[in-house]
Each structure stands twice: as structure tokens, then as C-alpha cells.
């Protein structure tokens, strides 16, 4: 393999071939990829973990095992796990199907394991935010919500969730940035897309040095660009979802912020 | 079980040279990162702006996927693409971002009345810091290690999709030849090198913080 | 009216918090229930408007058996406040006070609006409106709380330690609001305290409960003072009740002393002409002011009189007032001289220690005399 590399002049040459952007193995195309998969990803992650954590959070039930998971889980290598399960999965998979433009026909089989990988990744920073945001919500106030007359569903809507939302952002953010860069790994599934292609198939290209690592490095830089963005949005979102009594932001007056709540994830 | 046993047999040089790469790549970015982030934290814990500057700045390098930190560093470094030092920089980039969050927000609780007292006794700063805060701040501290020893030790693997040579071939190597042994043979080390650590940052807590033990009902 | 008719609650532990309670509280009246940490306040107050369900035993409201009301319906006729107010941190103080309207299906415009005209009623400016819980303090938290309980006009008040988290003098503030507001309303208030100074302050009727939530007494605030039904009531009310009870005793028509009095304003030569005893009560528009000592005048004769040379230490008390006030202005007047003033504020007169505790005296022969007949 090389040991003199081509370094940013040559990405700097790769970025200038508008095939590498537009081409349909281009940039663009692999971004494309790249996102439809963070958001189905995330949001069948979220929909498992968000209303199993406000379940948790309200009976107290399965915190202990969903917090020993979430630990061991961090301990277990993300490569590891998604070649077992292409190893263990693939050749059970015989659907030949493709997805439009996202899934190449014969890609189903290296897709499913990638994407169970990712998404049990991403269940557990959701779960465990979810239920500590909720537990965390002042026990008076939502007493006060029932006796006012609310409905244990209008309790968790207007009181419980609007109190646990910073937790509840914060967790899907984590997930979100662990989907996106997890998802460069996952591209060690054959056939399966997103930047990590780039960066994959760069890797069995290092010796071709207008090939292999400027494609690598461009995916890779993108990829980085994406996840910061991806970081300001949600920072963005929690202006919007979050309240203003809850995340003591733009509140004065008096000066008395409510209470800062600290993330238990971390990205 | 055998069959791992005869796997580990059969193929322990290549196994322990990569087990040695990998130790070093636990252990050594785990120090550093610490090393670096304690300073840091105790600035970003005095000023305003030195932590709203540090905390930002953090936060950016761990939003950065570790494969990519892998790919730029050697164009920044002048490493070769290769070389072990790239994950090595790269994971101590982790473990500082990670834990200088924890140090700070661990300082910052210390309660102020504490601090006052330190003071008011006659603590320079940095003997309350040495005296006081850290010792205060150590449990907090120790837990973030712990998760940041951890998430270190399941990141090295994915330097094996760039071709750094470390346990994580074994999961390659059983992608290439459709086996499961060298893979289930992986996971089993990455794990338990994991729960190592967490085992003993946790042992060498209670060691430094013998007073939380008298507390414990 | 709302009366518990045996009602038994045995938590799932085993333990009994309610033990077959017998209780009327009748409508319009303030009803306070008091006991020891423990003794069952809240799961009894809490049975009310079903946050606990009775193990055995009915509860009518009105006559309605409260079982046979759906739980969110009857909450929603029902106002509670709770000890810290349990605000929505992430509403405002407006959406707060909105909630029980808006649940019965009111627009959020409609609301608010009434909800602003509450704030001035319970004592808040209007311009904390847009204001979040956390920007309040502790009292205000409290008053909104308790607009928020009434904002939809329910006919009973269920108030839970509502101001046990504040200071003092705050809570002294929000205990005499609540009781202006009750002249306005004539809620079913059943309030729970553990304080029995606050129980005899609020209550029209006090509930005394003992251990394992029975009831020891229930009665209005004098009487449970002078004629405690055992010794856990008596240990309970305390040590000087004899002395509270007579803040529940008229003063009657005292014996009222002239006084030659001191215009604010006058010079010093005419303070030692008028004084007595060595002190002169000096008034500004026929309103007391304070004492003046006499002998220690210097010899500017000719300079006015200014209020800061007189001793504020005496407490007013009313003409139609009681036994105990009329006590504490003589006891704490430096003089000796208990100011009594008129309805209007204006000097009446004064009166001494020591025909105090006649009138005293007289009226506990007069209550000795009743009791052995
Ligand atoms: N949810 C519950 N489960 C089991 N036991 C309970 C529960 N709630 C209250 N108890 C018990 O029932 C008894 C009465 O409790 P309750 O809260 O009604 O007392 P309280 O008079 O309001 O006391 P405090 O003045 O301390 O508020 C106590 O012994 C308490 O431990
Ligand atoms: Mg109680």
C-alpha cells in the first residue's frame, strides 16, 4: 500500500470533477443516502424508544434492566456487531427487492442487519433520556395536572413531556449524531449506501491516489459537516419546542432560571 | 468453546500482537485525554467565557464521526493514513471532549458555601482546588471516565475499516471468510477489555474517595 | 356540604391512613383539618376529589356519592391547591391560571382573559402575566396556585398545606387574603395544616385528627381552645391556649381613660405639662402615633416635637376588639397606658394592665360558674 499521500491538494483536484459531486456515485447522491437512512433510522428508533421511556418513566418499571442495557450496550464494538449480524442474518435474507434510488436490488440483506445494528444503538440514549426526563418532572405538578381534571393522556401532553422535552431532545439528538457517524461504519455491509461507500470502497482504492483517499476524505469531511449541522439544528428545534419556563432561556426579571437539567447522554 | 480456544490457539501470534496495539489504544488516549481535560475543565469552571468557549468547542469535536477523525488526522498530522498514531490522537480527542463537560460541570457543583469555607480558612486557589474541589469533584469525575474508557475501548475497532491493524481483524477477518468464531472470539475480548476498565476506575475511586464509603448507610 | 359517611382508607401496604371517618363539612365555611405529620390529612382531603379512592365507606358532595362522578369531571368542579402551588413550569402564569377553563372547553381567549382579571384578585400585578413559575417567588407562586383553583369557579376549595413553604410574614400576607377572598366567594374550603395557629387564624371549624385518621374534635376555633374534648386536643393546641382563647373574647365596653395628647408638631415645653407618669401620647390627626418620655426631653422647649423622638413600641388595640388585644396594648405600651383606638383608627382612650385581666378574671369566674351549673 502507499505511504506518500496524496493529501488535500488532491481532494482539492476530486472535489473540482463535478462527476464526483453529481455523478451517480457522487457526493451528493451518497448525502442523499446518507440522510434518508439517519431519519428512518432515527425515527424507528424513536418510536420504540420515546413511548417505551414515557412508560418507564411513569411506572418506574424496567428502569434498572434498560439502564444495565444501555450500559453494556456502550461496551459492545458497533463493527462487531453488525458483521455478526451479517454473518448470522444475510444469508437468511432473500429478498431481492430494491428501494428506488436508496437500495440497490439484492442490498435487503446487508441493509437489515445494518440497520438493526444502528437502530439498537440509537433506542438506548433516547430510552434512558425519555425516562429520566420524565421521572424527573416535578412530582407536585403533575399531582396539580390530575387534580385539575386532566385525563392521565392530557397529563403526559400538556405537563409531563413539555417538562421532560429537554431530556427528551437531548437524547434524540445523541441519537441522531451516533446514527449519522455509525452509519460510515455500517457501510462495511456490502451494497449498502450513505457516505460511508465513499469511504469503504476509498479504503480498497488507497493505492490509486486520485481515487482512494481524496474520496475518502471528501465523504469523511461531509460527513463531519453533517453532523455539526445536524447538532445545530436540533439546538435550533429545542428553541422551538422547548419552553421558555422549562429551559430558562430568555427569561429575566426576577433572574431565578429554572432549574438547569443536565443531559445524561452524551453525544 | 473449543472451537474459540482452538481459534486463539491456532493463530496467537497475530492475535496477541493485535491485542497489544489495542491495549495500548485503550489505555494510552484514556491518560492523555485525561491529562488534557483536567486543566481545561478547571479553566472552563472559573470563566464565563472560557467555558462557554471550551464547552462549544468540545462539543463540535464529538459531534465529528471517529472515522473521519481517523481519515484527516494523518493530513494534518503528517502521519502516514495507516499508522496506529491517527486512532491514537483520535481517541484521545474523544476522551478529552468527553470528560472536559464532566470536569466542569463537576467543579461547578462543588457547593459554594464549601468553597467559601475552603477559603475563608485561608486556601489559596489552588490549594482549594488540590484540597477541596478535586476531591469533591472526584466521583463525578471517575463516572465520566468510566463512560469515556468504555465508549473508547468499542471505538478502536472501527479503525479496522481504514486498515489499522488492531482486534477489531478479527471481525474483518470473519466478514472475509463468513466464520463466526473470530467474531464471537472479538466481541468477547472488546467486552471484557471494556468491563476491565470500568472495573477498575471504579475499584480506584473507592480507593481515592474513602470517605464516601463511611457515608454509605 | 360534603360529609364522609364511615370511610376506611387502607393503603396497599397494609397501612390504615383513614379509619372509618365521620366528618360534615358544611358549605360556605372554612373547614380546617389539623393533626400531627401522618394522621391522614391529605388522603382524607385527597378522597375529596378522588386522587384516593375510599378502601370502604361513601363520600357525598352534595348529596351525590363522588364514585358516581367520572374522576376528571368531578376535579374539574373541584378547586386543589397544593403545598409549593405544583405550577406547570412550562406554562405562564396566565396559561396556569387558564388550565381548568380551557379543560372545560373554553377558546384559550376566553381564558386568559378571565385569568388575567383573576391575578388582581388574588393579589398579583398584572404585569406577571407572561411571567414562568420560575420567575416567581415562593408567594406569588402561591397565589397563583390558588387562582388557578378558582379560576373556574368550582363551589369547593381543597388547600393542601398551601403555604407552608413560605416565610413567615408572607404567609401571614397570603392567610389574610385568602380570608378577603372567602368573604367575596363563600367557598366550601377544606384546608389542611399542621399549624394550629394557622387552623385558628383560617378555620370557621377545625377538625382535629389523631393517629390512624380519626377525629378527635371538631369545633369552631374558640371553643376548641377553651374546652379541648381530651388531652391529645388539649397537648395538640398547645401550651398557651388560655392566653390565645382570649382572642375570641370580646373586651366588652372597657373602662376607657382620658388622655391629654400631643399634636405632632407642638413644642417640647407642652409635652412635660401634659405628660403623665413621665410619657405623653402623641397623635397626628386624631390618629396615636407613639410615646414620648417626658423626663427625657432636653431644654429647646421651644422646638417641635418630631417623630423621631418617640417610642413606637405600643400595639392598637380596637374598640370592639378582644380580650387579647386590649392585653397586648397595655403589656407593650412603654407607658403602662394601653391605646384603644376607634373603628376609624382615631385615640378612643386608654386602659391599664390591670383592669384588663379584671375584665379577665371576671369573665373566667362568670365561665367557671357555667360550667359547674
Ligand atoms: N401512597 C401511600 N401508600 C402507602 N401509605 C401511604 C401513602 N400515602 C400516605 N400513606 C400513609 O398514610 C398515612 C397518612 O398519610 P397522609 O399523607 O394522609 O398524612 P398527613 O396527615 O397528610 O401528613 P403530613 O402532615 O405529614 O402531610 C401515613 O402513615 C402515610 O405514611
Ligand atoms: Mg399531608
Not at chain 3, 252 to 272: Q, S, T
Request: aromatic residues 6%; hydrophobic residues 50%.
Amino acid at each position: 500500500m502507499s505511504s506518500d499521500l496524496p493529501g488535500f491538494a488532491s481532494l482539492g483536484r476530486w472535489l473540482n470533477d463535478p462527476d464526483n459531486w453529481l455523478g451517480s456515485g457522487g457526493l451528493l447522491a451518497h448525502l442523499r443516502e446518507h440522510l434518508a437512512f439517519t431519519v428512518v433510522i432515527v425515527l424507528v428508533a424513536a418510536l420504540i424508544a420515546i413511548p417505551a421511556g414515557i412508560w418507564m418513566g411513569h411506572t418506574g418499571k424496567g428502569i434498572l434492566l434498560a439502564g444495565g442495557f444501555a450500559n453494556a450496550l456502550r461496551a459492545v464494538p458497533a463493527l462487531g456487531l453488525l458483521i455478526l449480524l451479517i454473518v448470522e442474518l444475510s444469508p437468511h435474507i432473500h429478498s431481492r427487492t430494491g428501494v428506488g434510488n436508496l437500495l440497490a436490488p439484492g442490498a435487503l440483506p446487508y441493509f437489515i442487519p445494518a440497520a438493526l445494528v444502528l437502530v439498537i444503538l440509537a433506542v438506548p440514549p433516547m430510552l434512558t433520556n425519555t425516562y429520566a426526563g420524565i421521572q424527573a418532572v416535578d412530582p407536585r405538578a403533575a399531582d396539580a395536572a390530575r387534580g385539575a381534571g386532566m385525563s392521565p393522556l392530557q397529563v403526559a401532553l400538556r405537563v409531563e413531556i413539555p417538562c421532560a422535552m429537554p431530556l427528551i431532545l437531548a437524547g434524540l439528538r445523541s441519537a441522531t449524531l451516533q446514527v449519522i457517524a455509525s452509519l460510515t461504519v455500517a457501510a462495511y455491509a456490502p451494497l449498502v449506501g450513505g457516505l460511508g461507500r465513499l469511504i469503504v470502497d476509498g479504503q480498497q482504492n488507497l493505492i490509486d491516489p486520485s481515487l482512494g483517499y481524496p474520496a475518502m476524505l471528501g465523504a469523511g469531511i461531509t460527513v463531519a459537516v453533517l453532523a455539526l449541522v445536524a447538532d445545530g439544528a436540533f439546538a435550533l428545534a429545542g428553541r422551538y419546542v422547548i419552553s421558555p419556563g422549562v429551559s430558562g432561556r430568555r427569561i429575566r426579571g426576577r433572574g431565578t432560571a429554572a432549574p438547569q437539567q443536565s443531559t445524561l447522554t452524551e453525544s | 468453546m473449543t472451537a474459540l480456544w482452538d481459534y486463539l490457539r491456532d493463530n496467537h501470534a497475530e492475535i496477541q500482537s493485535w491485542a497489544v496495539t489495542t491495549l495500548w489504544l485503550s489505555l494510552l488516549p484514556l491518560l492523555a485525554g485525561l491529562a488534557l481535560a483536567l486543566p481545561a475543565g478547571w479553566l472552563a469552571a472559573r470563566h464565563a467565557w472560557t467555558r462557554d468557549t471550551l464547552l462549544a468547542l468540545s462539543g463540535a469535536l464529538y459531534t465529528i464521526p471517529s472515522l473521519v477523525l481517523f481519515l484527516v488526522l494523518p493530513e494534518l498530522l503528517g502521519t502516514r493514513i495507516l499508522s496506529a498514531v491517527n486512532v491514537g490522537v483520535a481517541l484521545t480527542i474523544y476522551v478529552f471532549a468527553l470528560l472536559v463537560r464532566t470536569i466542569t460541570d463537576a467543579l461547578t457543583a462543588v457547593p459554594s458555601e464549601l468553597l467559601a469555607a475552603a477559603t475563608a480558612i485561608g486556601h489559596s486557589n489552588l490549594q482549594r482546588l488540590w484540597a477541596v474541589q478535586l476531591p469533591v469533584a472526584t466521583p463525578v469525575i471517575a463516572a465520566g471516565l468510566r463512560v469515556a474508557a468504555v465508549s473508547n475501548v468499542s471505538l478502536i475497532s472501527v479503525a479496522s475499516i481504514i486498515g489499522v491493524s488492531q482486534l477489531g481483524q478479527l471481525f474483518t477477518l470473519g466478514e472475509s471468510t463468513e466464520t463466526l468464531t473470530p467474531i464471537v472470539l472479538g466481541l468477547i475480548f472488546f467486552v471484557v477489555l471494556a468491563f476491565l476498565y470500568d472495573g477498575a476506575i471504579l475499584a480506584l475511586t473507592r480507593v481515592l474517595t474513602p470517605w464516601r464509603k463511611a457515608a454509605r448507610p | 356540604m360534603i360529609r364522609f359517611n364511615s370511610v376506611t382508607k387502607r393503603y396497599a401496604d397494609g397501612g390504615v391512613a383513614v379509619d372509618s371517618l365521620d366528618l360534615v363539612i358544611d358549605s360556605g365555611e372554612i373547614t380546617v383539618l389539623v393533626g400531627p405529620s401522618g394522621c391522614g390529612k391529605t388522603t382524607t382531603l385527597r378522597m375529596i376529589n378522588r386522587m384516593v379512592e375510599p378502601t370502604s365507606g361513601h363520600i357525598l358532595l352534595d348529596g351525590r356519592d363522588v364514585t358516581q362522578i367520572k374522576p376528571t369531571e368531578l376535579r374539574r368542579g373541584i378547586g386543589y391547591v397544593i403545598q409549593q402551588a405544583g405550577l406547570f413550569p412550562n406554562y405562564t402564569v396566565l396559561d396556569n391560571i387558564a388550565t381548568v377553563p380551557r379543560l372545560l372547553g373554553k377558546t384559550r381567549r376566553a381564558a386568559r382573559r378571565q385569568a388575567l382579571e383573576l391575578l388582581g384578585k388574588v393579589g398579583l400585578d398584572p404585569a406577571l402575566a407572561g411571567r414562568y413559575p420560575a420567575q416567581l417567588s415562593g408567594g406569588q407562586q402561591q397565589r397563583v396556585g390558588v387562582a388557578r383553583a378558582i379560576a373556574a369557579d368550582p363551589p369547593v376549595l381543597l388547600m393542601d398545606e398551601p403555604f407552608s413553604a413560605v416565610d413567615p410574614v408572607v404567609r401571614q400576607q397570603l392567610q389574610r387574603d385568602l380570608l378577603q377572598l372567602q368573604a367575596d366567594l363563600h367557598k366550601t374550603i377544606v384546608f389542611v395544616t399542621h399549624d394550629i395557629d394557622e387552623a385558628i387564624t383560617l378555620g370557621d371549624r377545625i377538625a382535629v385528627m389523631r393517629n390512624g385518621g380519626r377525629l378527635a374534635q371538631l369545633a369552631a376555633p374558640a371553643e376548641l381552645l377553651s374546652r379541648p374534648a381530651d388531652t391529645f386536643v388539649a397537648g395538640f393546641v398547645g401550651r398557651d391556649r388560655g392566653y390565645r382563647a382570649l382572642g375570641f373574647a370580646s373586651a366588652g365596653h372597657l373602662p376607657l381613660h382620658d388622655e391629654a395628647v400631643l399634636r405632632i408638631g407642638e413644642p417640647r415645653g407642652a409635652a412635660r405639662d401634659r405628660g403623665q407618669d413621665g410619657w405623653v401620647l402623641v397623635v397626628q390627626d386624631a390618629l396615636p402615633l407613639g410615646w414620648l418620655r417626658t423626663t427625657a426631653l432636653d431644654d429647646a422647649a421651644d422646638d417641635p416635637v418630631t417623630p423621631e423622638m418617640l417610642n413606637l413600641g405600643g400595639t392598637l388595640a380596637d374598640e370592639s376588639g378582644t380580650l387579647r388585644e386590649a392585653l397586648d396594648a397595655a403589656l407593650s405600651a412603654p407607658s403602662g397606658r394601653g391605646v384603644v383606638v376607634h373603628e376609624d383608627g382615631t385615640f378612643a382612650g386608654t386602659v391599664t394592665a390591670s383592669e384588663v385581666l379584671a375584665r379577665i378574671e371576671s369573665r373566667a369566674a362568670h365561665l367557671r360558674e357555667q360550667a359547674t351549673r
